[in-house]
């Protein structure tokens, strides 16, 4: 039997013609529409105009890549013509009111990984929709988005890979779609995607070890350590510095990714931000049976604060994001490494 395309899996979804399911619908549609202009632009490389250039930094203080506002101001447009009330990006300082009578909202990072363009290393386009009923109107347009992410409706990331795929949730399992060339259409490939409960695998920028709490450096230590350490098995370290591609590896082959708060100047409370990447990547997480948390408490459940929140983020296999969290608040409990704080780590002298 073939595959579904995304159409036909969108069409099951709105079923009866749901108001807010057919909404949902119209939106991920747009989204795909230009995530494929997104992708030709891409695929030029250095031979583009939009590609490569800087133009300073954006509001949050990032440097900002002529691509980053190219994607953006692509799916902005897209948006013009969705059932969408308020657009929030992470290029814009604020929100962008579009229908004021429109049910949905959407938080989106037009451009996640934007510091691997010049790499040829595989980036993305992260998104969250969000209920818009009863949002305060354009004096605060910011409120419509500090809403606990378990509030969301739906969620996805884009991967311009050697695949151009997407990752989507609308609340019943995570879906992985391929861009077919031959078909000209978005094609299921992965249904219903489960992350294994137990990880071989873990994510982590370990130049910045120094800088760690010291559960998460004891938590890496014991990782290293492989077969004849407390864990009793080897792992892999793998480090793309593209969310999109360390979580789209997490959803096909399992691991866990670590994204901790440091000591360093602007870092103690993480780098992503909690309403358009730490919450939608944490939504396709869970529905695919995996776990996220900012180290101890569940990404979704968090109330935004404002719109630019940055956070700490770990997910992927839900037992290895539990035992993380341990180690932060109940070491004593981790039986095979007592007294936890009494071993030195294998990058300490």
Known sequence: MAAATLDAFLNSYVGEGDRLR????????QLAEAAVKVRHTINQGVLG?????????????????????YADDIFLDAMRHAPIAFYASEELEQP?????????????????????IDTNVSIGTIFSLLPATGAPGAKNPAAV???????????????????????????????VFVLSNRLGAFVQAYESRIIPARAHEFAINAANYRHWDEAVRLYVDDCLKGAEGPRGRDFNMRWIASLVADCYRILIRGGVFLYP????????????????????IAYLVEQAGGAATDTVTRILDLEPESLHQRTPVVFGSSREVNRIARYHTEPSSIGERAPLFSNRGLFRA
């Open 96 to 116: 962008v009111l579009l229908q004021a009578d429109a049910p949905l909202a959407i938080a989106i990072d037009p451009l996640d990984g934007s510091s691997n």
């Open 261 to 280: 708060g440091d000591q360093r100047k602007g870092y103690h409370q993480g780098r992503l931000r909690l309403v358009y990447e730490a919450n939608p």
């Open 49 to 69: 105009a939009a590609f490569a250039g800087t133009r300073g930094a954006n509001s949050d203080g990032d440097v900002q890549k002529d691509l980053d506002v």
């Open 22 to 29: 057919s909404a949902v619908a119209a939106t991920v549609h």
């Open 145 to 175: 988005f500090l809403q606990a992410g378990a509030n969301q409706l739906g969620a996805g990331f884009f991967i311009y890979g050697p695949q151009l795929a997407l990752v989507l949730s609308l609340g019943s399992g995570t879906h």
